[in-house]
C-alpha cells in the first residue's frame, strides 16, 4: 500500500509538472465553473464546457461580472438532426434565474467556441417518486413541481427559453402512440427556427417522450 501511494502521488507529482504555469492555473481556476454531485470528477467533455465558461468570464467585459459566482453541474454531447452534435449544459436550479440573465449572449459566445454546435441550458431537476407503500417517504406530501410530468414540461420551457410556449396539442396515432406539439411564439421564429429539431431531439433523449415544436400559422401568413 505504501509503494501504491507513492506511486500515485509520483503520478499526480509529473502531472502537475507537465505543461506551462499558465495552463496549470487555468485548469485549477477552471474546475471552479463546475461542481458535480457527491465530488464526482468531470469527463473531459464537461472539462472542455468549464474551461470555455471560465475563459468568458475571464475575457467577455460584459460577462464578466454575472459569470462570476455562477457553475454548472454536468454538461453532454447529443447527436442531433444532419449530422450536428448539441452541447446539454445542466446548471443548478437556485442559479437558473441568473443564467437567463445572461443566457442570450452567453449561448452565442459558447456556440461560437464549440464550432457552432447549438448550446442548450437546463436546470438539474429531481423527480420524486409517488407516495405509495414501496417508497419510505409516502408520508411526505411530493411537491407538484417534483413530479414526472412537472418535471419535463420545465425541461420543455428549459429548452426553448427566452422563447414562450404559446399553446400545446397531442396527437395520437392508431398504434396507440402519442405526439406533442408545441407551439412557440412567432416573433422569435426568425431566431430559433433552426434550432427546432435540437430542441426536439435532445426532449426526446432527456424525457423519451416524442415531440414537434413549432410556429402556428398566422393570419397573415395564410
Known amino acids: ?133 414501496k417508497n419510505r417517504a409516502g408520508l411526505q406530501r411530493r411537491p407538484r413541481t417534483r413530479t414526472l410530468t412537472a418535471v419535463h414540461e420545465a425541461i420543455m420551457e428549459d429548452l426553448v427559453y427566452p422563447t414562450e410556449i404559446v399553446g400545446k396539442r397531442t396527437r395520437y396515432h392508431v398504434d396507440g402512440s402519442r405526439l406533442l406539439k408545441v407551439h412557440l411564439d412567432p416573433k422569435d421564429q426568425a431566431n430559433v427556427e433552426y434550432k427546432l429539431d435540437t430542441f426536439a431531439t435532445v426532449y426526446k433523449r432527456l424525457t423519451g417522450k416524442d415531440v414537434t415544436f413549432l410556429f402556428p400559422v398566422t393570419a397573415a401568413a395564410e
Open 1 to 133: 500500500k505504501a509503494k501504491a501511494g507513492l506511486a500515485n502521488k509520483s503520478r499526480t507529482f509529473f502531472f502537475l509538472r507537465g505543461g506551462s504555469s499558465k495552463e496549470k492555473r487555468n485548469m485549477l481556476t477552471s474546475r471552479k465553473k463546475i461542481i458535480k454531485e457527491k465530488g464526482a470528477t468531470p469527463d473531459e467533455f464537461e472539462e472542455s464546457v468549464a474551461q470555455a465558461l471560465f475563459d468568458l468570464e475571464v475575457g467577455a467585459n460584459d460577462l464578466k461580472a454575472d459569470l462570476r459566482d455562477l457553475f454548472i453541474v454536468s454538461a453532454k454531447e447529443i447527436d442531433v438532426p444532419v449530422g450536428k452534435k448539441a452541447v446539454v449544459i445542466f446548471v443548478p436550479f437556485r442559479l437558473l434565474k441568473q443564467f437567463h440573465k445572461v443566457q442570450q449572449r452567453l449561448i452565442r459566445e459558447l456556440e461560437k467556441k464549440f464550432s457552432g454546435k447549438h448550446v442548450v441550458i437546463i436546470a438539474q431537476r429531481k423527480i420524486l417518486q409517488r407516495p405509495g407503500r
